[in-house]
């Protein structure tokens, strides 16, 4: 831990020593990292669970495996692998830190905006699916539209309004009548 | 070659449903492609649910369309804006950009569309011979060979994965956990279901990558908000190639099929390892290796032919042992499973005309993309200006509608939901997600191998030697763990030679 808390104090110090823009790249290095030993220490949390969770199944006997067993099997060797990373991670920058994933974009610098926009993107997508249950596709198709492009901010109501009125139809249309898809009509219809 | 089980997969390949599926295949790959941002993984997986409306030829044919689609696509804003649409156009950015800054950027991309399309017809050639005879060494395959097989891929991939070996593998084991819920194959008991009924049926592998891929990537494009793009005009004359630029091209398209086939058939992620691998031959073989990285038309047209070329090689192990080795063979695995297909070495015997009618599907693929790109091409790129939040509103609806469609079942969009956020959160904590998707396919083929074997095992614990080819797995296994680092280990322990074997030359050449 202590080499964990000088490899952050050795980035700081790098940053403050580039004039231009590398203390933002300081900043976004120091929370990828505190992001990460969450998202870890989570995973942690969950394989122990998955491992503790197998143990309440029949074990049965080496030549006869049952229920437990290969959950077992694959939850201690996730419970070892996570505990591998949180060791490396603590013990200072990997390759597995620093290079890029291959399809990362998501991984670029957002700053909190970003965060927020896709917790109300997600919490659009659950109203989506409450809707789904309660008004039907179509009310619900026409909401998750609108409030994507409420989110984008980048068009007068009326366009936003329009288009989502067409992708309700147009949902309708391909899955309803096209492929025959049986979707939930609520109390709408 | 039996002309009636030809004429039955032709008949097959022009049903209503292939050739729909095949259309718009092609077409949303080519979008893909072209569109920074979704992935073709990610495509693949929002259409999975709809390949369930059409039949096997039309599902497999719709889904590989878009993956060889994106291949094409990607190339395209990679050499006009160097902007890789895809992963494995980044190293066809490099000189094609440099082509398109001298004026060259048409030619450069038909280069890389004819030469897609040779990889992919010399692809699916070998493909047509090498599926069937892995598939009669298959064949005689029992648990114990397609435990050890199914272990060897998920390691073999973890070790070429984004990231360290151990987080790749806690990755795909993660998948194999999440394969586990549902009822238990052996006993029939229920395992982590948690009292909620849907989980009994286990998790739909159409949810996992739609959730994992699609909406993960959407949830970034939010994130981020990407933005608009100038595209270069690009007209129909400046598509023709020069003589010159034609004839130092066709050894990189052929050298580059090889390599892309080749790196298809081993685990990991081919499209993008076979075009650094093709790039690294060309600059070496190279008469003119001062033009690479300026504008060197072998540099785009051995990649590109090389990606195009590793996507017919990854169907080899898909369809001959029915063991995907990367993540777009473990989406077509979860299509062929959703049309009750099962690919593996009895599927070319017991099923001869939908083996045939997938590789002359994917053979179509690549005509129509030839046919689609090279006069299209101004039109592609214009997509670039289809305003982002429109386009961002109808694949969110398309992949929440399709998530349902797929079982009529509400509690399986929630699962998206879930997926995508744990895909965000992978990107975010750079955990690869490839290994887990294999994971969570090779999952079942795993555990019930794992109890085969031990019942045949006897509680042997030398039983393996007996089985010589899960023997050969199991050995390629730990070379895959241990091979790299007792590379490391060699290199670091000769480093110190080299300063001193340096001045020894230098003390000898005086």
Known sequence: MRKAVSWRRELRGAAERVPTRAPLRHLRAVSAGRYRVIVIGLLLATS??????????????????????????????????????????AAGPNESTLLADDDDVASEPAGVGGEVRVLLFLLNLVLYVLLLDTAGQFIASFVVVLVVLLLARSRPPWQQALFAISMMIGSYLIFE????????????? | MDFSLLSAALADLFTPSALIGLLVGTLVGSLTGVLPGLGAVGAMAV????SVSLDATGAIVMLTGVYIGAQYGGSTTAILLRLPGESSSVITSIDGFEMTKRGRGGAALAISAIGSFVAGTLSVAALMFAAPALSDVAIRFSAPEFLTLAVLALFALSRVAAGSLALSLAAALLGVALSTVGVDPISGLPRFTFGIQELSRGLETATIAVGLFGLAEILGSVRSKRHQFDVANVRMRDLIPSREEVRRSGAPILRGSGIGFLFGLMPGPAAVLSTYASYGVERRVSKRKDEFGR??????AGPESANNAASG???????????PFAAPTAILLGALTLQDVAPGPLLITQQPVLFLSIILGLYAANIVLLLLNLPLVRIFTLLLRVPQDFLL??????TLVGTYAVRNSIFDVYVVIAMGLLGHVMIRARIPRAPMILGFVLGAVIETSFSQTMALSGGDAFYLLHRPIALVFAVATVLVLVAPMLLGFVRRWRAPDIPERRREEAHETE
């Open chain 2, 295 to 300: 504008g060197a038309v072998e540099g785009v």
């Open chain 2, 47 to 50: 259409l999975m649910p709809f």
């Open chain 1, 48 to 89: 122990c669970l998955y491992t503790l969770y197998a143990l309440a199944y029949p074990l049965g006997a080496i030549t006869r495996p049952e229920a437990g067993t290969f959950p077992l099997i694959i939850g201690t060797a996730l419970t070892i692998a996570v505990l591998v990373v949180l060791v490396r991670d």
């Open chain 1, 177 to 189: 009548v096209l492929l025959n898809v049986p979707l939930p009509q609520g109390f709408t219809f």
């Open chain 2, 313 to 323: 090689g990854a169907m080899v192990p898909l369809l001959a042992l029915g063991i």
């Open chain 2, 393 to 398: 509103a109808g694949i969110v609806l398309v």
